[in-house]
Nanobody, 118 residues
Framework: QVQLVESGGGLVQAGGSLGLSCAFSGRSFSSYSMGWFRQASGKECDYVAS???????DYTDSVKVRFTISRDNAKNTVYLQMNSLKPEDTAVYYC????????????WGQGTQVTVSS
């Protein structure tokens, strides 16, 4: 089994930065593709970014120039560095692990709240 725990959320002013971490516990972290998703209050859960087992990255257009996803296989951790934050980024951010296909997310974390004030 796999367990994911997000951390690093909080309150930040617009234009500021915040770094999220997702700790993966279980077997074969390096075999999983990892993704970040977010859900604003009352809205659907949207894709944000991903990094595959082959270390290829992908971003949704609205965050591509501002966010950076990375992984450290030695630490079983995936990160999301968020810069130039906007109020529209306010959401609960979820980490997910995908296997065997990069877009087949089998496990999800509990989420961490990110609030960006004007």
């Amino acid at each position: 089994q796999v367990q994911l725990v997000e951390s690093g959320g909080g309150l930040v002013q617009a234009g500021g930065s915040l770094g999220l971490s997702c700790a993966f516990s279980g077997r074969s972290f390096s075999s999983y593709s990892m993704g970040w998703f977010r859900q604003a209050s009352g809205k659907e859960c949207d894709y944000v970014a991903s990094v595959t087992w082959a270390s290829t990255t992908d971003y949704t257009d609205s965050v591509k120039v501002r966010f950076t996803i990375s992984r450290d296989n030695a630490k079983n951790t995936v990160y999301l560095q968020m810069n130039s934050l906007k109020p529209e980024d306010t959401a609960v951010y979820y980490c997910a692990a995908g296997y065997p296909r990069p877009d087949q997310y089998s496990y999800w974390g509990q989420g961490t709240q990110v609030t960006v004030s004007s």
